[in-house]
C-alpha cells in the first residue's frame, strides 16, 4: 500500500488551514529512511484555543473526528487499566466507545453497536471479581 496519497491529503489539509504540525512517530523515521511500517500518521502541534479550532477544521475534513466524548479527563477518569504484555495500558470504557460510535453515525459504526452492547450486558452481568483482566484505574 502507498501511503503518500493520503499523508498527501493531510498535508494539504494542514496547509489549507496554516496548522503548523510536525509530522512525528514511525511515518517521520520512515521517511528519514528507517526501516519501519506504520498504519497511521501521528503529527505534534502547540496546543492553543486557535490551533485546536484549526485541527477540528482539519479532522472533519479527513472524516477524523472523534464524537460523543466530550473531555479527556473525563474518559480518562472512567477508562480502565488493561495489562498487555506487562504493561498497564489505559482503555476507554465500553460506555464511552458505544457513546463515540453512537455520535458518529458512520455505518461501520452503526454495524457494531449490537456487539458492543452485547458485551457491555455480559461484562455487567459477571459477579465482582469476575471481570478477567480489567481492574479500574487506580
Known amino acids: 500500500m502507498d501511503a503518500e496519497p493520503l499523508l498527501a491529503e493531510v498535508a494539504r489539509q494542514l496547509h489549507a488551514v496554516r496548522l503548523d504540525a510536525v509530522l512525528i512517530g514511525n511515518a517521520a523515521a520512515a521517511l528519514q529512511g528507517a526501516p519501519v511500517t506504520t498504519v ?5 502541534f502547540r496546543k492553543t484555543p486557535r490551533n485546536m479550532e484549526k485541527m477540528k477544521v482539519v479532522a472533519k475534513a479527513l472524516g477524523a473526528t472523534i464524537h460523543g466524548v466530550r473531555s479527556f479527563a473525563g ?6 487499566t488493561i495489562d498487555i504484555g506487562g504493561v498497564p495500558v489505559l482503555v476507554a470504557s465500553l460506555d464511552d466507545v458505544i457513546k463515540s460510535k453512537r455520535a458518529a453515525k458512520r455505518p461501520r459504526d452503526l454495524a457494531v453497536l449490537d456487539i458492543l452492547e452485547a458485551a457491555r450486558g455480559a461484562k455487567e452481568a459477571k459477579p465482582k471479581g469476575q471481570a478477567g483482566r480489567t481492574r479500574p484505574r487506580s
Request: aromatic share 18%; glycine share 0%.
Open 40 to 44: 497511521d500518521f501521528d503529527f505534534l
Open 75 to 80: 474518559l480518562r477518569d472512567r477508562a480502565t
